[in-house]
Nanobody
């Protein structure tokens, strides 16, 4: 029932920045936990960051990435700075309701490529 759309991926050099956006449909956006995950070729999907009232980050991106939300626009933003080749992956936005254990709705993904 919730449609999730990511955008903002692209090709950048090491040390560059990108801002990813994610918009989720629905009248209860403020009640969504919004998460970001990524998957590189040949690797399993990994957690990147999530936000409800406050953001949380994986150790690999802490201090470089910043997650924020604008509820009036049904949108979250993932600001990625000091990008490294290891950040290259398809980035997925996901949605779950507060109190539920699993993310139920996923976007199509957006490619981030960091050249060395």
């Amino acid at each position: 029932q919730v449609q999730v759309v990511e955008s903002g991926g692209g090709l950048v050099q090491t040390g560059g920045s990108l801002r990813l956006s994610c918009t989720a449909s629905g009248r209860t956006f403020s009640n969504y936990v919004m998460g970001w995950f990524r998957q590189a070729p040949g690797k399993e999907r990994e957690f990147v960051a999530r936000i409800y009232t406050t953001p949380s980050y994986s150790d690999s991106v802490k201090g470089r990435f910043t997650l924020s939300r604008q509820n009036a626009k049904n949108t979250v933003y993932l600001q990625m700075n000091s990008l490294k080749p290891e950040d290259t992956a398809i980035y997925y936005c996901a949605v779950k309701y507060r109190g539920e254990p699993e993310y139920d709705y996923w976007g199509q993904g957006t490619q981030v490529t960091v050249s060395s």
